[in-house]
């Protein structure tokens, strides 16, 4: 675990030899993935989403 500033800075800088360069992108890229399957339909503003199946099977 990184605790303070100085521990951060020496951490190895993150370029295009870095082993898990695109690591981040790969995982943004599919909970993007998830999030678009799960959301059908835009949840309208102030409302709460279902989150149990008797709730969705309610909708």
Known sequence: M???RP???A???VDD???FR???AAVID???SFADAYQTEPV???ELAATT???????
């Open 11 to 13: 951490l190895p800088t």
């Open 30 to 32: 599919a909970n993007s």
């Open 22 to 24: 695109s690591l981040n």
């Open 17 to 19: 030899k870095h082993p």
């Open 44 to 46: 309208p503003h102030g």
């Open 53 to 59: 199946d008797h709730e969705l099977a309610a909708l």
């Open 2 to 4: 990184i605790n303070t």
């Open 7 to 9: 521990e951060a800075d």
